[in-house]
Nanobody, 116 residues
Framework: VIFVESGGGLVQPGGSLRLSCSAS????????MAWYRQFQGQERTFIAG????????AYHASVKGRFTISRDNSKNIVWLEMNALKPNDTAAYYC??????????WGQGTQVAVSS
């Protein structure tokens, strides 16, 4: 199982970024997927999830209304559209299956820094 996250970078407060995650090594269309983030010195936490078909999504309260998760099962990709970014969104972002089915392997993540 391999996850490759990309799209992070430095952005000003209020700005936007779109993260991408390319997944391989498992039947991607069968899995609900999620984005997680890890603040420096803390554990990885769930922030957004999407069902296998993409029909339903769920968000952590801290990102609800600002972030949107989506997927393309034909390309094995899951995205995270992030708007109205805040300095406390600064973290490393990762994708994996949803918490009940997380694979033990993680990608390298993509770093997001929100600062003026």
């Amino acid at each position: 199982v391999i996850f490759v996250e990309s799209g992070g970078g430095l952005v000003q407060p209020g700005g936007s970024l779109r993260l991408s995650c390319s997944a391989s090594g498992f039947p991607f269309p069968n899995y609900a997927m999620a984005w997680y983030r890890q603040f420096q010195g803390q554990e990885r936490t769930f922030i957004a999830g999407i069902t296998s078909t993409g029909e339903n999504t769920a968000y952590h309260a801290s990102v609800k209304g600002r972030f949107t998760i989506s997927r393309d099962n034909s390309k094995n990709i899951v995205w995270l559209e992030m708007n109205a970014l805040k300095p406390n969104d600064t973290a490393a972002y990762y994708c994996n299956a949803v918490p009940t089915h997380t694979f033990p392997s993680w990608g390298q993540g993509t770093q997001v820094a929100v600062s003026s």
